[in-house]
């Protein structure tokens, strides 16, 4: 086969299909339920969710008046994904439907819990289950309402979302989320030299002085 002179267009993707399913997903998303967290009724299925804070925390003041009327603004967004997915896909199966959507949510709300700064009541979620061949569709639209929202806790302060490190992992830093509410007993087992609590705030109000603009 004879070698061809490069062409950067020949290797770029695009379709307009794509992009207005990704934009019909993200409505979807936005106009399902809201409900308190921990969430109580248990339910099958993968998908994405949303968390939103509606307290009176004065760091999260701009969550709290963006989301008075109607919730708009996520302070996390994440992703529950099949097991085995990061591994390879496995096939779809209705009768070992998992829970790992709702499970993960639960997780959050016990990490919310066991922070004083905190107030598990003032949190809510949405989220949407992907099935079938849906669930490929996962990590893009966790993606696009990360970058759509930009939460807080997905981006400037990082580390909501982090399990508890593996056995000798624990020389990394503690994470600016935990910096910033302690609680979480694993955290406090960190060895490494976190970032100083009042840069973390800096940025913190820097990020939250746009929202809602």
Not at 5 to 29: G, I, M, Q, T
Not at 132 to 146: N, P
Request: net charge neutral; aromatic share 12%.
């Amino acid at each position: 086969m004879q070698a061809r002179p490069f062409d950067r267009s020949e290797h770029v993707y695009h379709s307009e299909e794509f992009v207005e399913l990704v934009k019909d997903a993200v409505r979807f998303f936005n106009g399902t339920p809201v409900h308190k967290i921990p969430l109580t009724e248990k339910f099958t299925g993968t998908g994405v969710y949303a968390i939103y804070y509606t307290g009176k925390n004065e760091i999260y003041a701009p969550y709290a008046q963006a989301n008075r009327l109607e919730y708009k603004h996520p302070i996390y967004v994440g992703k529950a994904v099949p097991k085995g997915w990061r591994q390879s896909r496995t096939s779809y199966d209705t009768k070992k439907l998992s829970t790992e959507l709702y499970s993960r949510i639960r997780e959050h709300s016990r990490n919310i819990d066991k922070v004083d700064s905190l107030d598990i009541r003032d949190f809510s979620c949405r989220f949407v289950i992907f099935e079938a061949e849906g669930s490929d569709m996962i990590g893009t639209i966790e993606a696009a309402l990360i970058k759509l929202n930009q939460p807080l806790w997905n981006s400037v302060l990082d580390g909501f979302g982090n399990h508890t490190p593996g056995n000798g992992r624990f020389n990394q830093a503690k994470s600016d989320w935990d910096v910033i509410h302690p609680g979480r007993e694993w955290a406090d087992k960190c060895l490494g030299t976190p970032r100083n609590e009042d840069d973390i705030l800096k940025r913190v109000i820097e990020h939250l002085s746009v929202l809602g603009k």
